[in-house]
Structures are given as C-alpha cells and as structure tokens.
C-alpha cells in the first residue's frame, strides 16, 4: 500500500464529524507479505486487501455516527513479514486504541497468541483460515471475521452431496495452505458423507501453463471419481486442471468451484451496493479480506449504536451477546459463535463469474442454527470460551 | 370439452362481477428493463414496453396522468405518458435512485440515491432539485406523511429510520429500527409510522406524535426457516384495520390485524415477494415476486391469493391506475 494513497483515504474517512463525538479507534496491524510466485499470474494480488475493506467499513461508521454522535477513525500499523507483532500491538494498546484488525499470517498470530495480550483489548483476526485458532489455539480476546477452511470446505461439500456428486479426487499441492486444505477437505467428506477415492499430490516441476494439455490427462487418468478436488491455495497450478482431466469432471476447491466469504459475483440481498461502495473507493473489486476486514469494522459500529455502554468492555460484551446481529449482505443476519468467537455467515459457492448456491443449503439442518453445520460446530471445539 | 372453452369458462368465474376490474397494473421488471402493463378486465399482460436500465420504483401521478419510474442505472426518474406510455422526461433524480414517494399534491418526489447517503427532493413542475439531504448508509425506503410534512427515510446499513422536515429539509428525528430496514409507511390519519427490517425480521410501528416505538412485530411461518421471514413491502389498508407485510423469501405475505397487532394470516405467493399495492377499490392487493418473475392477486375481503400473472425477470415495484 502506498503511504500517500492510504493517508487521503484516512483523511477522507475523518472528515465530516462533529468536533465533540465520541472517537473511536480501530487499530489495523498488517504483516507485509511477499506472495510466492505462481504459474498462474493472471490477476496482480492487490496490496491492500483487507485495509481497504476496514476503510470502507470506518466510513460508513461514520456515516451512521453523524446521527449518533460517534466518530471512527483506523490507525494501520505494518510489520514486517515474520517481525513479532508483540511490540507493534503493544505500542497501540498503549496509545489507547481498544480495536484491532489482525491482518496476520497464521504464524505470526500464533506467535502473538502465546504471549501476553494487554488488557482491555478486542481483537479480529481478518485473515487468517486455521482450524487451531478455532480450536485448541483459540483466544479470549479474538474473534474470527475470517472464515476458517473447514468452513468454506463444509460449504463446498453441501452442494457437491446435495448434488450426488460423492465421489472425489484430490489433490493437493505442496505449499503451506495446501495441506491445510486438503485436510479440511478431508473431514468435509467424512462428516456429510462423501468419500476420497483418490488422492494425489502435485510436484510442480512442470509450467504448466504450457503443458498442461499433456500433464493432466495422465495425472488424473485412472480413479473412478465425481468430483476432482484440489488444494491450491496460492493459484499455482490449479487453474490448468479445468478442462484439462481425463475423463469430463468439474473441479472444486481451491480453484473451479470456490466457496469464500466474498467475491465479485455475489450481489444478491443487496450485496450489489456494497460492491459498488467499494469499487468506488478502491478502484478494484472486493477481495475476502476486504469483507473480513469490513465485517470486523461494522460490528463495532453495530455493537456501538445498539449499546448506550460506550466503554469498549460494554462494546466488547455486546457484539459477544444473544442481542448482537449484523446484516452483511449475505441475507441473513450474522453473529459470534460464543465458543470459538467465530463469525457465524453464510459463505456463497461460485465460479468466477456467477454464484452457484449458498450455504448452509436447505437440506442441512442444525438443532440450534443452520449456520452452524458449517465449520467447528460447539461440541466438535476444543475452544469453550462460554 | 374443447380446452379453450374450458379456459374461458374458469376465467368467467374468476371475473363474476366482471365490474371489479377496471384498473391498469404497472409493473417493473427489473433485470428485464421493461414495465409491464396488465388490464385488470382480463387479467392479461396487454403491454410491455422499454423503460430504461434497471427499473425499480414506481408511482402514478395523484393525476393519474403521468408515470414516473426509476431507472436506476441511467440515474434519473423517468416520467412516462399514461396515455401512450412514451417517455415526457427525466427528472434529475441524483445517482442511482432506487425508489421514491410522492408528496400528497405530487409536486414533490423524494427519492433515495442509495449509493450516495442521500435523498434527493425533486420538484416536479420545474423538474429540478429542491434539495439533497445527508442520511444514513444506502437510503431505501421513503415515506410521506398524509398532510405531507414529515418524510421518512430509512437506511439499510445505518439501520435507522431519519424523520425529516420536508419545509426545512432537517433531519429532526432518528429512531433504531432491526437490521436493514426496507420500506417505511403511515397511516392514513398519520398517526403510526411503520418500518419493516428485512434482515432483523420485524416491522417496528412508532407513534408519531412522540416517536417512541409502541411495538416490534416479529413473524413466524410454520415449515419456514426463521431466517427466510424477511419483511420488505408493506401496505396500510385506509381503513386502519389491516396491515400487509410482504416477507420476501419466505414468499408469504402476512395479514396482521393493524388494531391488535396480530398476525390473522400468511398467505402463499411467489417466489421471493417485494412489493405491494391495492386496486383502486381496495378490494385486491398486488404482489411482485421477483424470482418467479410473477404478480400474485390477493383477494383482500376473503383473504385468498386468486391468481398469478407472469410478467418479466425480476418484477420490483407495482403501481394501479384507477
């Protein structure tokens, strides 16, 4: 993110309040990232994904806060990729900030986890996708706007099963997410029935840009499968096996058939507006991030104006409550798992140019609430925050 | 029995007496950019014609005399002659507006640029901007009081209804409403405010002289998630005695007694119900369903849905001419 650009977006969000609102400040700690080079570079990754999201989200806080007297301004602090964040979050508590967007590798916010969080501080992890923070590595003081990968993969595995297709392949690459993905692909299939049939790995060793035609034919030529599912994180490779399979099968996971929690062709339940609010001001389309990043903004914001308690243990214990419920364009209202502080949401299933269904489908039912069949439901967590 | 005499058969019932129908539907077809045009004699489509892009809200003159629709993504309220349906004019409607209210003498609009927190306020006549007035985050619906001088706004994301001063343009007034507030009305003595929240799943009803919330409506259908019961469109019989809440995907809409608050019924319709508008009689109540693409009748005096019409992709709003 360039400096300049970031400060007259900062600027722009901070004006219009009146001069005795109330101020509150959210803090956005970024680690820079180096992203790994990938055979398939078609789209630049943008450099503020995630921030430009908390933008959008401060100013239309804002726009709220000029009738209710609050004004809201987001302070972003960068360190660099692997520096611990101990010191950097410790500087913004210090100055007094309460909120902070966590805009992490896994790694570094384990990293930050396992030593002492100052007090009186809320934070949302943004970014980061893992089981374990969920889970066994879960905190008191982090709630999870991010989806986790056992999410957006139990999302994936309801249509796939509603569909009948049972049967899957997969395969997973070898970098970092890869693994990860491939797991929670994994116990997607073992928890709404569906079975692995195959699975292989992907050396890489190749461009397959050029000889993807030749490739995987024979890579996946062989296994009686419904389904082939890979785990790409990156987009290094998995955009050459569409079209590109022995026999004629969809592919899903990481690349073909995607669930996230944002994407370019969401736009029903008024979803539309936000992707315009955005382009507007980010000249680019909203990226999961960016959503997370709102999503985290807006519930301070939603928490706030529904809670005359303006300390931010009153906000904190608000969002955290039965009372709390956010629309986020997703068509039904969202809120924290109390165990895990995960952000309950529906997570839309699509291709790159339109969505296919949403999840949770009709067809799962939950005793307590739909949204919970997907991801680490209460009894499956480790995590017993309340 | 020919079937074509069959046919012709159940429509005579359908139109005993036949002096019920004499009013003209027009409704938006959003993803289609048409309107489409319904006799009400036949129940039929007898038109359908281009309006421009992405056409949403829609109103008739107190006239009766001109058509003013929103397109939306030619960012301007067109204004339509009844008689041959070609187009007069567009009013500067600011970005993007999405829906809007006539004030009771119809020289005024107040519409809501959902992409700019703004509501503009159009004069009809001189067909330009009286004013523009700062709202909350994505204005949607927009009310006007009977004697015209308070008009409501309500935005999607600040979750708020704004009560505005429609002499002084000030926002004098802001009441919390659920999540996503859709549509806003009065009643006919202009002494309740009613504002539906889509994604909350209530209607709250405030009084209008103190602005406190005298109750929050909530709904329930058996077989439905929870969650698919989303108010949207509402109507206020004139009468004081029903209200009607169009519940979006749930595709139901609910009768609720507007004296006790209770919901007397759910009647089925099609697919993701949006809005709602009476007959000039006020003996039927429209309905547009956007994803069955459908108008549904519901027979007010009975209680029954009676029939449903096709009309284009996406229908959004609906206006009768007497």
Same mark, same amino acid.
């Given at each position: 993110?360039?400096?300049? =650009?970031?400060?007259?977006?900062?600027?722009?969000?901070?004006?219009?309040?009146?001069?005795?609102?109330?101020?509150?400040?959210?803090?956005?700690?970024?680690?820079?990232?180096?992203?790994?080079?990938?055979?398939?570079?078609?789209?630049?990754?943008?450099?503020?994904?995630?921030?430009a999201g908390a933008v959008l989200g401060i100013s239309d806080n804002n726009s709220t806060g000029k009738?209710?007297?609050?004004?809201?301004?987001?302070?972003?602090?960068?360190?660099?990729?692997?520096?611990?964040?101990?010191?950097?979050?410790?500087?913004?508590?210090?100055?007094?900030?309460?909120?902070?967007?966590?805009?992490?590798?896994?790694?570094?916010?384990?990293?930050?986890?396992?030593?002492?969080?100052?007090? =009186?501080?809320?934070?949302?992890?943004?970014?980061?996708?893992?089981?374990?923070?969920?889970?066994?590595?879960? =905190?008191?003081?982090?709630?999870?706007?991010?989806? @986790?990968?056992?999410?957006?993969?139990?999302?994936?595995?309801?249509?796939?099963?509603?569909?009948?297709?049972?049967?899957?392949?997969?395969?997973?690459?070898?970098?970092?997410?890869?693994?990860?993905?491939?797991?929670?692909?994994?116990? @997607?299939?073992?928890?709404?029935?569906?079975?692995?049939?195959?699975?292989?790995?992907?050396?890489?060793?190749?461009?397959?840009?050029?000889?993807?035609?030749?490739?995987? %034919?024979?890579?996946?030529?062989?296994?009686?499968?419904?389904?082939?599912?890979?785990?790409?994180?990156?987009?290094?490779?998995?955009?050459?096996?569409?079209?590109?399979?022995?026999?004629?099968?969809?592919?899903?996971?990481?690349?073909?058939?995607?669930?996230?929690?944002?994407?370019?062709?969401?736009?029903?339940?008024?979803?539309?507006?936000?992707?315009?609010? +955005?382009?507007?001001?980010?000249?680019?389309?909203?990226?999961?991030?960016?959503?997370?990043?709102?999503?985290?903004?807006?519930?301070?914001?939603?928490?706030? #104006?529904?809670?005359?308690?303006?300390?931010?243990?009153?906000?904190?214990?608000?969002?955290?409550?039965?009372?709390?419920?956010?629309?986020?364009?997703?068509?039904?209202?969202?809120?924290?798992?109390?165990?895990?502080?995960?952000?309950?949401? %529906?997570?839309?299933?699509?291709?790159?140019?339109? #969505?296919?269904?949403?999840?949770?489908?009709?067809? +799962?039912?939950?005793?307590?609430?739909?949204?919970?069949?997907?991801?680490?439901?209460?009894?499956?967590?480790?995590?017993?925050?309340? | 029995?020919?079937?074509?005499?069959?046919?012709h058969f159940a429509l005579a019932l359908l139109l005993t007496p036949p002096v019920l129908f004499a009013?003209?539907?027009?409704?938006?077809?959003?993803?289609?950019?048409?309107?489409?045009?319904?006799?009400?004699?036949?129940?039929?489509?007898?038109?359908?014609?281009?309006?421009?892009?992405?056409?949403?809200?829609?109103?008739?003159?107190?006239?009766?005399?001109?058509?003013?629709?929103?397109?939306?993504?030619?960012?301007?309220?067109?204004?339509?002659?009844?008689?041959?349906?070609?187009?007069?004019?567009?009013?500067?409607?600011?970005?993007?507006?999405?829906?809007?209210?006539?004030?009771?003498?119809?020289?005024?609009?107040?519409?809501?640029?959902?992409?700019?927190?703004?509501?503009?306020?159009?004069?009809?006549?001189?067909?330009?901007?009286?004013?523009?007035?700062?709202?909350?985050?994505?204005?949607?619906?927009?009310?006007?009081? %009977?004697?015209?001088?308070?008009?409501?706004?309500?935005?999607?994301?600040?979750?708020?209804? =704004?009560?505005?001063?429609?002499?002084?343009?000030?926002? +004098?007034?802001?009441?919390?409403?659920?999540?996503?507030?859709?549509?806003?009305?009065?009643?006919?003595?202009?002494?309740?405010?009613?504002?539906?929240?889509?994604?909350?799943?209530?209607?709250?009803?405030?009084?209008?002289?103190?602005?406190?919330?005298?109750?929050?409506?909530?709904?329930?259908?058996?077989?439905?998630?929870?969650?698919?019961?989303? %108010?949207?469109?509402?109507?206020?019989?004139?009468?004081?005695? #029903?209200?009607?809440?169009?519940?979006?995907?749930?595709?139901?809409?609910?009768?609720?007694?507007?004296?006790?608050?209770?919901?007397?019924?759910?009647?089925?319709?099609?697919?993701?119900?949006?809005? #709602?508008?009476?007959?000039?009689?006020?003996?039927?109540?429209?309905?547009?369903?956007?994803?069955?693409?459908?108008?549904?009748?519901?027979?007010?005096?009975?209680?029954?849905?009676?029939?449903?019409?096709?009309?284009?992709?996406?229908?959004w709003g609906v206006a009768v001419h007497e």
């Amino acid at each position: 993110m360039r400096a300049s =650009h970031l400060c007259s977006l900062l600027m722009l969000t901070a004006v219009l309040l009146p001069v005795d609102a109330e101020n509150i400040r959210v803090g956005y700690l970024v680690e820079t990232r180096d992203p790994p080079p990938v055979l398939s570079n078609l789209d630049d990754p943008p450099e503020d994904e995630g921030v430009a999201g908390a933008v959008l989200g401060i100013s239309d806080n804002n726009s709220t806060g000029k009738f209710s007297g609050q004004g809201y301004n987001l302070e972003v602090r960068h360190i660099d990729q692997g520096e611990d964040p101990k010191t950097a979050l410790a500087s913004m508590a210090t100055d007094g900030i309460r909120f902070v967007l966590l805009d992490l590798e896994t790694d570094t916010l384990l990293r930050l986890l396992q030593q002492p969080v100052p007090n =009186h501080l809320l934070m949302f992890n943004i970014a980061a996708q893992d089981r374990r923070l969920r889970d066994s590595d879960c =905190h008191a003081s982090l709630l999870h706007t991010a989806l @986790s990968r056992d999410m957006r993969s139990d999302a994936l595995a309801q249509l796939l099963l509603k569909k009948r297709w049972k049967r899957w392949f997969l395969v997973a690459g070898h970098r970092a997410g890869d693994e990860k993905f491939a797991a929670a692909v994994k116990r @997607s299939a073992k928890k709404f029935g569906a079975r692995i049939v195959a699975q292989k790995d992907w050396s890489g060793d190749f461009d397959a840009r050029r000889s993807a035609p030749a490739e995987v %034919p024979l890579f996946t030529q062989g296994p009686d499968y419904d389904v082939l599912m890979v785990a790409d994180e990156s987009g290094d490779f998995g955009d050459y096996l569409l079209f590109n399979t022995w026999d004629p099968r969809p592919v899903a996971g990481t690349q073909g058939l995607v669930a996230k929690t944002w994407g370019r062709p969401v736009e029903q339940w008024g979803a539309a507006q936000l992707q315009e609010r +955005f382009l507007k001001q980010a000249n680019r389309w909203m990226m999961p991030r960016d959503y997370a990043a709102w999503l985290a903004v807006r519930s301070i914001g939603e928490a706030r #104006l529904r809670n005359p308690d303006a300390t931010s243990s009153g906000i904190e214990g608000y969002i955290r409550s039965e009372k709390f419920q956010l629309a986020g364009y997703k068509g039904r209202k969202m809120n924290y798992r109390r165990w895990n502080g995960q952000m309950r949401q %529906p997570v839309p299933i699509m291709w790159a140019r339109a #969505l296919v269904s949403q999840a949770p489908l009709e067809e +799962f039912l939950h005793q307590r609430n739909e949204l919970d069949t997907l991801g680490l439901d209460r009894a499956d967590s480790r995590c017993k925050l309340n | 029995m020919p079937i074509a005499i069959v046919r012709h058969f159940a429509l005579a019932l359908l139109l005993t007496p036949p002096v019920l129908f004499a009013d003209t539907v027009y409704v938006t077809n959003e993803k289609d950019n048409t309107v489409s045009v319904i006799d009400f004699d036949t129940l039929k489509v007898v038109n359908t014609f281009s309006v421009g892009q992405r056409p949403r809200g829609i109103a008739l003159s107190p006239d009766n005399k001109i058509l003013y629709v929103c397109v939306s993504d030619d960012d301007a309220i067109r204004a339509f002659d009844v008689e041959n349906l070609e187009p007069l004019y567009d009013l500067p409607s600011g970005e993007n507006p999405e829906t809007f209210v006539l004030s009771p003498s119809g020289d005024r609009i107040y519409t809501s640029n959902e992409s700019d927190n703004i509501v503009t306020v159009i004069d009809t006549s001189r067909r330009s901007v009286l004013n523009q007035i700062d709202v909350g985050v994505e204005p949607e619906g927009v009310a006007i009081s %009977p004697d015209g001088k308070i008009m409501i706004n309500t935005s999607e994301t600040t979750n708020m209804a =704004h009560w505005i001063d429609t002499e002084t343009f000030q926002i +004098f007034e802001n009441s919390l409403v659920g999540q996503r507030p859709r549509d806003a009305a009065f009643d006919l003595d202009g002494r309740r405010l009613w504002v539906t929240a889509e994604i909350g799943g209530t209607v709250s009803v405030f009084d209008t002289a103190s602005y406190e919330q005298i109750i929050e409506l909530k709904f329930k259908i058996k077989g439905i998630r929870q969650d698919r019961v989303q %108010p949207v469109g509402l109507y206020l019989t004139r009468d004081g005695k #029903l209200a009607f809440f169009a519940l979006g995907p749930a595709n139901h809409v609910a009768v609720v007694d507007a004296q006790t608050y209770e919901v007397l019924d759910y009647l089925l319709v099609g697919r993701r119900v949006w809005k #709602l508008a009476p007959t000039a009689d006020e003996k039927f109540l429209l309905t547009t369903n956007g994803v069955s693409g459908d108008v549904s009748i519901i027979d007010i005096e009975n209680m029954k849905v009676i029939k449903s019409i096709k009309v284009g992709r996406f229908p959004w709003g609906v206006a009768v001419h007497e």
